[in-house]
């Protein structure tokens, strides 16, 4: 899969930018998938174009399914194990350390998991760990780029912006778990 690397705040993300976007069914619900020009840039699990919107200030959001069928479908085929097949570029527009985050969490095989203190230590920032976890956090590109396969070190909280159980059936779907 082609990684493009986008540097861009929150606020700066999404100006001059028109995204196609449309939902589609996925094994753990469904999927909102946006592609820009470039590739997808955007990917959520069982939300509106509201939360689109939050994450893209200043985009032209224009709904349009059939454009983003065809990735959409790409996705729920690869998933869980072969995503790294992806023909369609993933476009990621963060900040450069947020870019570092990302790209790390790529390196993470389904089946796998990770730590936030982990990915800290491997992207050369160890005592970054809260910013690690913030970064994660802010994943732009959900499944794709696999946020939900870093845990806390102790794995007794299970945190995740698209919520706890989505989390967990994404992990069980990977036999993470």
Request: charged content about 25%.
């Amino acid at each position: 899969m082609k990684v493009i690397a986008r540097p861009a705040s929150k606020q700066k993300r999404g100006r001059g930018l028109t995204l196609s976007w449309g939902i589609h069914e996925f094994p753990v619900g469904d999927i909102l998938v946006a592609l820009s020009d470039d590739g997808l840039c955007w990917l959520g699990i069982n939300c509106d174009e509201n939360r689109l919107a939050k994450d893209w200030p200043g985009a032209e959001l224009v709904e349009n399914a059939k454009s983003t069928r065809k990735i959409a479908a790409e996705i729920a085929k690869l998933w869980p194990d072969r995503l790294e097949q992806l023909s369609t570029p993933l476009v990621l527009y963060g900040t450069p350390f947020q870019l570092k985050v990302w790209k790390e969490l790529l390196k993470i095989k389904a089946g796998k998991l990770s730590t936030y203190e982990a990915v800290a230590r491997k992207i050369g920032a160890p005592k970054a760990v809260r910013a690690v976890g913030s970064a994660v956090g802010r994943n732009t590109v959900s499944i794709v780029v696999p946020c939900h396969r870093v845990v806390n070190k102790d794995s007794g909280r299970i945190n995740y912006g698209w919520g706890p159980a989505i989390k967990l059936a994404l992990l069980k779907g990977e036999k993470a778990l």
